[in-house]
């Protein structure tokens, strides 16, 4: 996985290496009208994650993913 750094501002539905306090997380961002929502492209396995509003403000775009490769060996 390649992360660009540099782009941490969000534009909808692109893939994002997401923290929340402890968690961290390779999502889909999505903005709401009283939140964010980060989707998995996973979504039989891993339902959506609904952060609002005041959790949402702590929430921080560390960047976006920009390649994922898919042989670890």
Do not use: C
Not at 32 to 52: A, H, M, Q
Not at 63 to 70: A, D
């Amino acid at each position: 996985m390649l992360v660009d750094f540099t782009r941490n501002e969000v534009r909808n539905d692109n893939i994002y290496l997401v923290q929340n306090g402890d968690s961290v997380w390779v999502k889909r961002v999505k903005m709401l009208w009283d939140g964010v929502e980060l989707v998995s492209d996973n979504r039989e396995e891993y339902e959506p994650i609904k952060i609002i509003n005041q959790e949402a403000q702590s929430l921080q775009i560390i960047g976006q993913v920009v390649h994922i490769g898919h042989s670890l060996i």
